[in-house]
């Protein structure tokens, strides 16, 4: 007993020197640690364990193949003294995602349910707060099948939990509100820019809890490259209890600097403070990017003017071991990966991913699609969506969400609306049109897009369009491809198209020294197969500019439960890189030698070390100016890449093993490869 005191004692220590450090700015605290966890058919009073946030259910069972994984209700618990010195404080608790249904208890008593699993939530607890006392926090999150809240298919796993990181805010009693959709409370809108200057406006959603009126001052400073380049500031009165009002302002930045993609990834930050009494009361801080896009349906995209190839991959937020619940570690390591490939532009699919990856974009200079989980059931059964006026309003609430919560963001180019949809079961084209009317009337600065897989109707109501194309993985050639993209833009050469999805599956166990394409849906998905699709797809987007952007499928391996194909079951591997991420398969290396002008190079098919045929090829990725080969140590022939930067070489192994190595003769960088084939 007298230990759990002390304990006690430490905790509100902790929370009392918190407190009075900024007593009277924004409080933000990690949240993540010390909860119980008591997973979906354990019953109330049954078995829990101790678990740090972020954490799902799922991280094991769904990855093992089993289509019948932990679908149900999960129960968090969080216990914590709030204290006294709270007293005259607001407290918020912020969910960056709870998959899919949450509900929220303090002390016994609901105070909100969320329907969602990808957006970020917040509610405030200070009117159910115990000062001085412990609290109980519980919450409830079911990723179970829900006919009124999306997604209602994908090829993708359904995780559960508390899978994203979870904050305590604690600000005076008026402040700039976390309950607005989630989101920050501050906007930034480029109304215009130019070399000479940009016009930037100002959105600010203020509340008051304070029982009196109260006069107010609304500041906010830009500051960029060491300096501050802009201020303002607005006179207010705060009514109050008042549940909600938005103040608006602007502010011109004198020969800007702009965002510019991997070129030049510029951030302002904007801090908005709200002032009373003569002393700051509450402050936000946002990252602003000054850019402009446009796409023309026979040029392609444009960033600040300039063309720009759209060097694109999709990603999902999940791995190896850990299913959805990633941290910001894990994060960085997707996004180095991809910058080590090259990539400039990145799908998140098929849901809001989390806010470190929008961040990481920015200052990366990745240009990012996001998009909401309104999925279609592509080649599989059941249906996206169901016409009802639930649904619709669920639809409509995460798009909200998505763009208030990530709209300061310069990376995000593009609102996706849909994947796959189809009428097979009923007609989404009404509610396509309504949320493309949300999106432009939520954020009127930027495009919509989505995802199809088909033609009609449903490919016209968004401002672009892209389409899922596998040809040359289930069935047809690659050659198809390019056929099918010159006759839609002859038919429709208004529409401004792009290939959202293409890929094929790869599992670097699986080898061979012929190219032989497989069936898709097989347990055999021979590297070469993907490596040999991927260089004859890029080659036909590459030479269409009429092609605003392309994104491959994918670039990480993922889990996919209902799946039984290629090395295992449940897993979608027509990643380039395995699901650990500990591997780069040799598709990687094509689109690296391609999309980085980092020197590389890179022997194709190393990995299929047993040969069967004496007279083979050798296939080298290099953007260097030329490349040797030597077989067991004595020069054979020299060459210089191709359009694609591919060297292939002519070889005749003879019996036994062959060590085969690749150097550069050329430029300042010496590099080398190395395999060794055996014929048997």
């Known amino acids: 007993m007298k230990q759990y005191q002390n304990i006690k004692s430490l905790i509100l220590a902790a929370f009392i020197g918190f407190s009075t450090a900024a007593a009277a700015q924004r409080v933000t605290k990690d949240f993540n640690s010390d909860w119980t966890f008591r997973a979906p058919g354990e019953v109330d009073g049954g078995k829990t364990t101790r678990v740090q946030l972020p954490h799902t259910w799922n991280a094991q069972d769904a990855l093992s193949g089993d289509i019948h994984y932990l679908r149900g209700t999960g129960n968090y618990t969080k216990t914590f003294v709030a204290p006294k010195e709270w007293e005259g404080r607001r407290v918020f608790v912020r969910f960056q995602g709870a998959n899919s249904v949450a509900h929220v208890y303090l002390n016994n008593r609901l105070l909100t349910e969320h329907r969602g699993g990808y957006s970020a939530f917040a509610v405030e607890l200070t009117d159910g707060l115990r000062l001085g006392e412990k609290n109980t926090l519980h919450v409830s999150v079911n990723n179970g099948e829900n006919a009124d809240v999306m997604p209602l298919v994908g090829d993708f796993n359904f995780y559960g939990g508390l899978y994203r990181d979870v904050e305590l805010l604690i600000t005076d009693r008026a402040c700039i509100t976390p309950l607005y959709h989630g989101s920050p409370g501050v906007f930034l809108t480029t109304k215009s820019v130019s070399d000479r200057q940009a016009e930037v406006g100002l959105k600010v959603v203020l509340t008051n809890m304070a029982d009196e009126r109260q006069d107010a001052t609304l500041r906010w400073t830009v500051r960029g490259e060491g300096r501050t380049v802009a201020t303002g500031e607005k006179a207010l009165t705060l009514s109050g209890l008042l549940k909600e009002r938005t103040v608006a302002g602007d502010f011109i930045i004198e020969k800007p600097r702009l965002w510019d993609g991997r070129r030049d990834p510029f951030l302002y930050e904007v801090e908005v403070e709200l002032i009373a009494d003569g002393r700051s009361i509450d402050r936000v801080v946002q990252p602003l990017g000054l850019r402009t896009v446009s796409v023309d349906p026979g040029k392609g995209f444009f960033l600040n003017g300039k063309h720009l190839t759209l060097q694109g991959v999709c990603r999902h937020q999940e791995r190896a071991q850990l299913g959805s619940a990633l941290r910001p570690e894990h994060h960085r390591e997707d ?46 059964a059941g249906t996206g969506f169901t016409a009802g006026p639930a649904f619709r309003r669920n639809a409509e609430e995460q798009l909200k969400e998505l763009i208030y919560q990530q709209y300061n963001h310069p990376s995000i180019f593009a609102w996706g609306l849909f994947n796959e949809l189809n009428k097979t079961l009923g007609d989404p084209l009404p509610l396509v049109k309504w949320l493309n009317h949300v999106a432009h009337s939520t954020d009127s600065t930027r495009l919509t897009t989505a995802a199809s897989n088909q033609g009609g109707d449903l490919n016209y109501v968004t401002d672009l369009i892209a389409w899922n194309r596998y040809d040359g993985w289930y069935g047809a050639s690659p050659a198809s491809l390019g056929k099918w993209l010159d006759a839609t833009h002859a038919e429709r050469p208004d529409l401004r198209i792009a290939i959202s999805e293409y890929g094929a599956g790869a599992s670097v166990l699986h080898q061979q020294d012929s190219l032989k394409q497989p069936a898709a849906n097989s347990w055999w998905h021979p590297e070469n197969w993907q490596t040999y699709y991927h260089i004859e797809n890029w080659r036909i987007i590459h030479q269409r500019p009429f092609v605003w952007g392309s994104f491959v499928w994918n670039m990480f391996d993922f889990g996919a439960a209902h799946r039984t194909e290629g090395d295992r079951p449940g897993i979608n591997d027509k990643g380039l890189v395995t699901h650990d991420r500990s591997t780069r398969k040799d598709a990687f290396y094509f689109y690296k030698a391609n999309w980085n002008t980092e020197p590389m190079l890179h022997i194709a098919g190393k990995r299929a070390r047993n040969r069967k045929h004496a007279d083979t090829e050798l296939m080298v990725f290099t953007n260097t100016p030329e490349v040797e080969l030597f077989c067991d140590g004595r020069p054979v022939d020299k060459q210089r890449p191709d359009s694609l930067h591919i060297c292939r070489f002519p070889v005749t192994l003879h019996p036994g093993e062959n060590r085969l190595e690749v150097r550069t003769t050329k430029g300042k960088s010496r590099l080398s490869d190395q395999c060794v084939w055996v014929l048997e």
Do not use: C, S
């Open 335 to 380: 996004v180095d990966i991809m910058l080590e490939m090259g990539v400039n532009a990145m799908r998140l699919a098929h849901y809001q991913q989390a806010d470190e990856m929008y961040g990481l974009a920015d200052r990366h200079g990745l240009l990012v699609w996001a998009e909401i989980p309104f999925v279609g059931p592509g080649g599989y």
